[in-house]
């Protein structure tokens, strides 16, 4: 059977620190690697995200399970725009994926804790509550001004690189393929909270605008969680298809 062909965003080499020349490539999730994708975010994903490492769901195996079916709902629902950095071979299939960055097209009226409760779920384990009063708390801080200009956008549901492969400027390129994403399919906006030094940087680059910030501090105490001290904040920033 032909193996579902996938778009290809971009592709680029990166020099390691030995001087050796990686070739990668970010191109849209094949549907047969669904479930390398799932792997890849209980793997790395919620256990270096700062959201969800603050929450915990990595510490529950029962949280990380219904933390995978949250987001079987969620994408079911709607579905997200996958992407993946893997290497650049002359195959159309890949042997691993390296990163990962996920968008919803989202109305500003549907919030996340509205759209879960859509699905008629009720979360069952505290650290899933947690990530999502996370979200809950941090959903005033969305400039109003900003959501009243746009019919819908993509919303980013997180960026993350293998520990092995950071450095390379994967997270550059991801933010620049939400760019491009907006371009193909003519949608006008698309943001994210930058919880990383590293994806803030990237999209410092690129051109982002910050539009909220929070300590981590007030975060904090606003959710009685420990948010540790990787960044001096975390910043909502967004970016509009040729700004």
Known sequence: MALEKSKVWMRFASKRQDGSIVKLRIQDLPKHRMED??????TYFIKDESFHKAAGVYKSEKATEEYKIILNGMYEANPPQIAICCLDTESEDFDEILAVSTVQLVSPEI??????????????????QALLNILVVLSPTFPKSVKEKYENYYEGRGIIVRPDYRGLR????????????CQEYKVPMTCAWMTSLGSQKAAK???WETIAEITLEELGNLTGLDFGKDVPTYKLMMATPNS
């Open 205 to 207: 680059r690129d051109g």
């Open 37 to 42: 994708f799932m792997t890849f975010l209980t």
């Open 111 to 128: 919030s996340l804790e509205d759209a879960i409760g859509e699905m008629g779920m009720k979360l069952e384990n505290k650290e899933t």
């Open 170 to 181: 994967i997270a550059s390129q991801i933010v620049i393929q939400r760019r491009l994403l």
